[in-house]
Nanobody
Framework: QVQLVESGGGLVQAGGSLRLSCAASIRTFSSYGMGWFRQAPGKEREFVASISWSGGRTYYADSVKGRFTISRDNAKNTVYLQMNSLKPEDTAVYYC?????????????????????WGQGTQVTVSS
């Protein structure tokens, strides 16, 4: 059974930083493409970032490009999302996702339906 557990969310002032972590109970973690989505109240879920099996390829939504960095540690079965220069519009529940393929890039923005597994989410609130 695959489980994804996010942590690191919280309340931060605009311009601040947070680092989210996602611990995955996946036996073959290095064979899974990982990513992050977010959903704000009253809005549809939104792709944030994805990372390939080895971590060699990363993709970002235009809204976070240059501010967020996704990374992974296959030895620890963990994926991270470093969020800098946070804005109030970044306020949302952030979800970690996993799939047995890599998604993103070449103009393709994942919808979320591609991913087999989702975490419970962690709340990020950015105050102005």
């Amino acid at each position: 059974q695959v489980q994804l557990v996010e942590s690191g969310g919280g309340l931060v002032q605009a311009g601040g930083s947070l680092r989210l972590s996602c611990a995955a109970s996946i036996r073959t973690f290095s064979s899974y493409g990982m990513g992050w989505f977010r959903q704000a109240p009253g809005k549809e879920r939104e792709f944030v970032a994805s990372i390939s099996w080895s971590g060699g390829r990363t993709y970002y939504a235009d809204s976070v490009k240059g501010r967020f960095t996704i990374s992974r540690d296959n030895a620890k079965n963990t994926v991270y999302l470093q969020m800098n220069s946070l804005k109030p519009e970044d306020t949302a529940v952030y979800y970690c996702v996993a799939a047995t393929a890599n998604y993103g890039g070449l103009g393709y923005v994942p919808s979320g339906n591609e991913y087999d597994y989702w975490g419970q989410g962690t709340q990020v609130t950015v105050s102005s």
